[in-house]
């Protein structure tokens, strides 16, 4: 059974660009590279054939993982969502308790994160902490330095 996770139709589409490159593209490089290997001799002794194979192994472990993700993957309708607490997509403004500074973070699945672009996974410390939280709330938040508080200022799509 595999996991369901929420994607938007970008994050989603990406997704599917990726596996299609990595099934039209990339195989077709990694069978290449195993048969130029192959013509060069002796397999017992040749790294570049092992080298070949490995990599292809880790090509095929990569797609079987975009498969299992795109399975299991849901598109969220935002229209639909409850801007009252965050849930995945939604945009917050958050403030941290102990330095004042403001931060704006949308909540992403994990295969979405960036946090350069401000979109943090739902899964990362900080995205579980803020999940179901309301504008008004405090989000303690267990990091390794210990325990950082957030209030949440705002909460929009």
């Known amino acids: 059974m595999s996991k369901v996770s929420y994607y938007t139709p970008e994050g989603l589409k990406k997704l599917r660009d990726e596996l299609q490159q990595l099934k039209d593209v990339e195989r077709v490089k ?8 192959r013509d060069k001799g002796d ?3 040749n790294a570049e054939y092992d ?9 095929e472990m990569r797609i079987s993982k975009l498969e299992e993700a795109l399975a299991g993957a849901r598109v969220i309708d935002e229209s639909q969502m409850d801007t009252s607490k965050i849930l995945v997509l939604s945009k ?3 403030k941290n308790q102990t330095n004042g ?4 973070y949308t909540l992403v699945a994990d295969g979405e ?5 401000g979109k943090i996974s739902v ?5 579980k902490g803020l999940l179901g939280k309301s504008v008004g709330d405090v989000a303690e938040i267990q990091v390794p330095n210990g325990v950082i508080k957030f209030d949440i200022i705002e909460i929009s799509r």
Not at 101 to 104: A, T, W
Request: no cysteine.
């Open 123 to 127: 899964n990362s410390p900080i995205g």
């Open 92 to 94: 917050v403004k958050i």
């Open 30 to 37: 990694a069978s290449k590279a195993i048969a130029e290997a």
């Open 113 to 117: 994160a960036n946090l350069a672009a």
């Open 43 to 45: 397999l017992s002794e």
């Open 51 to 59: 080298a070949a194979k490995e990599a292809q192994g880790m090509l």
């Open 101 to 104: 500074m403001e931060m704006n």
